[in-house]
């Protein structure tokens, strides 16, 4: 007898081109259940959640909702049965207000024939929903979308969905921007209509931590195959999880790593008194040794991604110093920054650090090129350059003409990489490395910065996964509202003394006595 649930997929096949997504997959999804939805970049997870909602349809294979069989043809006949879906692009409209844009699919607050914005009832009726929900000291109705963090988009988005009468919400990589404090307030949100209007929730993740924290149940792909198929967490153990995600077990996600041996050895780089001149670093001091990870960690917003853009040049410094092999950098820029051997793998791949829509090849060679006098690109030179990235971080590619966006997430960053170890750098500022990639390219990422730094790069890790932070550096620095909360040495590392500086303490360094 078929399991009973308010959303199952049967036997779902779906093929892109010549590749199978998914391969006859069963899953059910059970009213006021947070099933997780789990496997590596490209196989399947994400693509399941498309189906149910709409984007895409499945070539083979049935979907029912309610008990009743349906027809998914587009997100607008999910989103009338009751199904939406919350993607990583949100769906809003940043130049309209949280009101509006709550409310704009609502045929009781906008008049098509008469074109007429009830604007006094839109916004009564949005307070009260963020009310409801206790959202109302996290969202104002009047403010902008465009003002918003990523977490308050993710929330808008959430209560889009809830006051539209879904009962089934897909959330496709939910906390893949967010801080641990954000995480946090959006899970609590997920427990309450769980609990209080029986909506069941489907979440595409790799964060193997977070779910065990929030689901009730986890359903595996590998290769388009199901290998969990709606296993209860209460049973589950997160080595079975990883296994059944990468085929293999992985023991040591951070590699085996002596913390602390570069205490004594060179300083390449330091930075005095630091003031960037949006306000957003106030007064940050450290020094980076040969060899060493630093970690710079904290909530979103703490300065940090700010720290390494006025270190490198990209923003203004209003006042304080860069100082390099002890060369004070006047007035840094990019250009500056990479002809004293320091690169930067920005936080953001698809926006900052990739052009996806060129060549592999391309990309790989952009920092190399744009340090050669020539304006023009030797072909044999950047084949030569990818071809030796691609043994050396074992990028899985195609042809190196291809594009980058036909790579996955993991191998994107791993391209990210390569581009700026073409110069081979003294200093690494790496922003968030593992942002958005499964749990095997994470380890595969994490073993290239352990060899970089027994090789003498010294690496800058900006980071908001404390497990991270904790796995792979020898000290971290925590900043909060711009200045230097407070450093920890490996020794002193636990989630609870970060987050205890990120949040609460005054700022100063821990010491050990």
């Given at each position: 007898m078929p399991e009973q649930g308010i959303l199952i997929g049967e036997n779902i096949s779906k093929h892109f081109g010549g590749t199978t997504a998914l391969d006859n997959v069963s899953f059910c999804l059970r009213p006021?259940?947070?099933?997780?939805?789990?496997?590596?970049?490209?196989?399947?997870?994400?693509?399941?959640?498309?189906?149910?909602?709409?984007?895409?349809?499945?070539?083979?294979?049935?979907?029912?909702?309610?008990?009743?069989?349906?027809?998914?043809?587009?997100?607008?006949?999910?989103?009338?049965?009751?199904?939406?879906?919350?993607?990583?692009?949100?769906?809003?409209?940043?130049?309209?207000?949280?009101?509006?844009?709550?409310?704009?699919?609502?045929?009781?607050?906008?008049?098509?024939?008469?074109?007429?914005l009830r604007k006094r009832a839109m916004y009564s009726h949005a307070q009260e929903l963020l009310k409801l929900f206790e959202l109302d000291g996290a969202l104002n109705v009047h403010d902008k979308v465009e003002k918003l963090?990523?977490?308050?988009?993710?929330?808008?988005?959430?209560?889009?969905?809830?006051?539209?009468?879904?009962?089934?919400?897909?959330?496709?990589?939910?906390?893949?921007?967010?801080?641990?404090?954000?995480?946090?307030?959006?899970?609590?949100?997920?427990?309450?209509?769980?609990?209080?209007?029986?909506?069941g929730f489907i979440i595409v993740s790799h964060k193997i931590e977070e779910i065990f924290e929030i689901a009730d149940r986890v359903t595996v792909f590998r290769d388009g195959k199901q290998i969990l198929n709606g296993e209860e967490m209460a049973g589950m153990t997160e080595q079975k999880l990883v296994k059944s995600m990468v085929g293999r077990e992985i023991n040591d996600l951070?590699?085996?790593?002596?913390?602390?041996?570069?205490?004594?050895?060179?300083?390449?780089?330091?930075?005095?008194?630091?003031?960037?001149?949006?306000?957003?670093?106030?007064?940050?001091?450290f020094e980076l040794r040969r060899g060493e990870i630093l970690g710079l960690t904290g909530i979103a917003g703490a300065g940090r991604s700010e720290c390494a853009r006025c270190i490198l040049g990209v923003d203004k410094i209003k006042s304080g110093q860069v100082i390099v092999h002890g060369e004070e950098i006047t007035h840094p820029t990019l250009r500056k920054?990479?002809?004293?051997?320091?690169?930067f793998v920005t936080e953001d791949r698809k926006n900052d650090g990739l052009i996806l829509d060129e060549s592999i090849m391309q990309n790989t060679s952009m920092v190399?090129?744009?340090?050669?006098?020539?304006?023009?690109?030797?072909?044999?030179?950047?084949?030569?350059?990818?071809?030796?990235?691609?043994?050396?971080?074992?990028?899985?590619?195609?042809?190196?003409?291809?594009?980058?966006?036909?790579?996955?997430?993991?191998?994107?960053?791993?391209?990210?990489?390569?581009?700026?170890?073409?110069?081979?750098?003294?200093?690494?500022?790496?922003?968030?490395?593992?942002?958005?990639?499964?749990?095997?390219?994470?380890?595969?990422?994490?073993?290239?910065?352990?060899?970089?730094?027994?090789?003498?790069?010294?690496?800058l890790m900006?980071?908001?996964?404390?497990?991270?932070?904790?796995?792979?550096?020898?000290?971290?620095?925590?900043?909060?509202?711009?200045?230097?909360?407070?450093?920890?040495?490996?020794?002193?590392?636990?989630?609870?003394?970060i987050a205890t500086l990120a949040t609460i303490n005054s700022g100063g360094t821990v010491n050990e006595e």
């Amino acid at each position: 007898m078929p399991e009973q649930g308010i959303l199952i997929g049967e036997n779902i096949s779906k093929h892109f081109g010549g590749t199978t997504a998914l391969d006859n997959v069963s899953f059910c999804l059970r009213p006021g259940e947070v099933h997780a939805l789990m496997g590596e970049n490209g196989a399947g997870k994400s693509t399941l959640g498309k189906i149910f909602s709409g984007v895409y349809k499945q070539d083979s294979g049935k979907v029912i909702f309610n008990g009743e069989e349906v027809k998914i043809d587009n997100p607008r006949a999910a989103k009338e049965i009751g199904i939406s879906i919350v993607l990583q692009e949100f769906n809003l409209l940043p130049d309209l207000s949280v009101a509006e844009n709550l409310l704009i699919c609502s045929d009781e607050f906008y008049s098509c024939r008469h074109s007429v914005l009830r604007k006094r009832a839109m916004y009564s009726h949005a307070q009260e929903l963020l009310k409801l929900f206790e959202l109302d000291g996290a969202l104002n109705v009047h403010d902008k979308v465009e003002k918003l963090s990523v977490a308050q988009m993710q929330m808008l988005e959430i209560l889009k969905a809830v006051d539209s009468d879904a009962k089934v919400i897909i959330l496709d990589e939910p906390t893949a921007a967010l801080s641990p404090h954000e995480v946090s307030q959006l899970f609590d949100i997920v427990k309450r209509l769980k609990a209080e209007k029986n909506i069941g929730f489907i979440i595409v993740s790799h964060k193997i931590e977070e779910i065990f924290e929030i689901a009730d149940r986890v359903t595996v792909f590998r290769d388009g195959k199901q290998i969990l198929n709606g296993e209860e967490m209460a049973g589950m153990t997160e080595q079975k999880l990883v296994k059944s995600m990468v085929g293999r077990e992985i023991n040591d996600l951070y590699g085996s790593r002596e913390f602390g041996t570069h205490k004594e050895d060179e300083v390449v780089l330091e930075v005095r008194n630091l003031f960037d001149a949006k306000g957003r670093v106030k007064d940050i001091s450290f020094e980076l040794r040969r060899g060493e990870i630093l970690g710079l960690t904290g909530i979103a917003g703490a300065g940090r991604s700010e720290c390494a853009r006025c270190i490198l040049g990209v923003d203004k410094i209003k006042s304080g110093q860069v100082i390099v092999h002890g060369e004070e950098i006047t007035h840094p820029t990019l250009r500056k920054s990479i002809e004293v051997g320091i690169g930067f793998v920005t936080e953001d791949r698809k926006n900052d650090g990739l052009i996806l829509d060129e060549s592999i090849m391309q990309n790989t060679s952009m920092v190399k090129h744009s340090m050669q006098k020539s304006p023009f690109l030797s072909t044999r030179q950047a084949r030569a350059t990818a071809s030796e990235m691609k043994e050396k971080l074992n990028i899985k590619m195609g042809n190196m003409l291809d594009s980058c966006d036909s790579l996955s997430g993991g191998n994107q960053q791993k391209v990210l990489l390569a581009k700026w170890l073409t110069m081979n750098p003294d200093i690494l500022i790496v922003d968030e490395p593992t942002r958005g990639i499964d749990i095997s390219a994470k380890s595969e990422i994490y073993s290239i910065l352990n060899r970089l730094s027994d090789s003498g790069v010294a690496i800058l890790m900006i980071s908001s996964e404390m497990p991270e932070i904790i796995g792979m550096c020898d000290r971290t620095i925590v900043m909060r509202e711009g200045i230097n909360a407070g450093e920890l040495d490996h020794s002193q590392m636990t989630e609870e003394s970060i987050a205890t500086l990120a949040t609460i303490n005054s700022g100063g360094t821990v010491n050990e006595e």
